[in-house]
């Protein structure tokens, strides 16, 4: 059982930079991915960002590459997505989440656990 605790979110203006934290308890001792998903009103849910366990494998998706940097502080057990050149598309609530494995996946459906989603708003 893995619980994820997320934070960071805000309201930014078009240009701006926020950074989502996302600290996991875990009751076992399994190795696991972890993810960032996004899902904007009317909208599903999208993938952002992966890191595997180790944090050498990383994936993002085309819409945010070279903007957000996702990264792994594994004493802390946290996860963490850097936001920088933000844009109103970016608006969405921001969800982390946790797969079984040591390999980042990409895939909604492999992600066993997920966090309460934090609310990020660009505005123009």
């Known amino acids: 059982q893995v619980s994820l605790v997320e934070s960071g979110g805000g309201s930014v203006q078009a240009g701006g930079s926020l950074r989502l934290s996302c600290t996991a308890s875990a009751r076992t001792s399994s190795a696991y991915a972890m993810g960032w998903f996004r899902q904007a009103p009317g909208k599903g849910r999208e993938f952002v960002a992966g890191?595997?366990?180790?944090?050498?494998?990383?994936a993002y998706a085309d819409s945010v590459r070279g903007r957000f940097t996702i990264s792994k502080n594994g004493m802390l057990n946290t996860v963490y997505l850097q936001m920088d050149t933000l844009k109103p598309e970016d608006t969405a609530v921001y969800y982390c989440?946790?797969?079984?494995?040591?390999?980042?996946?990409?895939?909604?459906?492999?992600?066993?656990?997920w966090g309460q989603g934090t609310q990020v708003t660009v505005s123009s």
């Open positions: 890191v595997g366990w180790t944090g050498d494998w990383i």
């Open positions: 989440a946790a797969s079984v494995g040591i390999v980042v996946v990409t895939s909604e459906e492999k992600y066993q656990y």
